[in-house]
Structure formats: structure tokens, C-alpha cells
């Protein structure tokens, strides 16, 4: 078992920024990445990006892509998420989850294994 926790989220105004942070229970070994996804009220849960622990190769959805940087602490088991030039639509819960055999379809909900709680974000207009 794996546990994930979240932390970082809260409101802030168009334009502003937040840093998510996502701290796990284990060690990284193998093929394990970790990604951010977001749920607003009434739709699915997308995919945000993506980090490959070792190599530290990620991934962007083109909705963050530019605005959005995923990076990780080994020696914290962190990852984190700077939000820039937040808007509106990207309030949501985000929601960050671990992939122990990462596989290249990131942006699926089924490719991973473990999820945190989720935290708000709030982009006020």
C-alpha cells in the first residue's frame, strides 16, 4: 500500500499563482511516476501532468502546458506542481496519484495505482 497526501491548495485571484505539493509513503524504484489530475463539479477527472521519477521526463496537458511546472524532490518523496497564471477554469479539485509501472498512457485514470484526497483550488475571476 501506498499513501498520498496533498497539501497546498486554497483560493487565489485570476493570474495569480499556487505550488501543490504531494508527499509519498514509499520509495520510488523501477518504472514509477507520479501525475496531477483535476476535477471541476460536473466533469471527469483530466489528466494535468506527468513525472517520470527517475529519469525525470514529464508530461503536460495543453490546457497547463506553459503555465504549469511538475517537479519532484527525491530525498522528500515529493512532487510538486507550480500553478502560474491560474484561471478561472482551472478550478478543481486536483487530485495527485502514483504509477508504479508507467506504461505511457498518462493522461488514463486506470494507469494508476495509488491516489491522494485531493485539494481545492479556487481561481477567482
Request: proline share 2%; with cysteine; aromatic share 16%.
Amino acid at each position: 500500500q501506498e499513501q498520498l497526501v496533498e497539501s497546498g491548495g486554497g483560493l487565489v485571484q485570476a493570474g495569480g499563482s499556487l505550488r501543490l505539493s504531494c508527499t509519498t509513503s514509499r520509495r520510488a524504484f523501477g518504472n514509477y511516476a507520479m501525475g496531477w489530475f483535476r476535477q471541476a463539479p460536473g466533469k471527469e477527472r483530466q489528466f494535468v501532468a506527468v513525472i517520470r521519477w527517475y529519469s525525470g521526463d514529464s508530461y503536460y496537458a495543453d490546457a497547463v502546458k506553459g503555465r504549469f511546472t511538475i517537479s519532484r524532490d527525491n530525498a522528500k518523496n515529493t512532487m510538486y506542481l507550480e500553478m502560474n497564471s491560474l484561471k478561472p477554469e482551472d478550478t478543481a479539485v486536483y487530485y495527485c496519484a502514483s504509477d508504479t509501472h508507467f506504461s505511457g498512457r498518462y493522461d488514463y485514470t486506470g494507469e494508476y495505482d495509488y491516489w491522494g484526497q485531493g485539494t481545492q483550488v479556487t481561481v477567482s475571476s
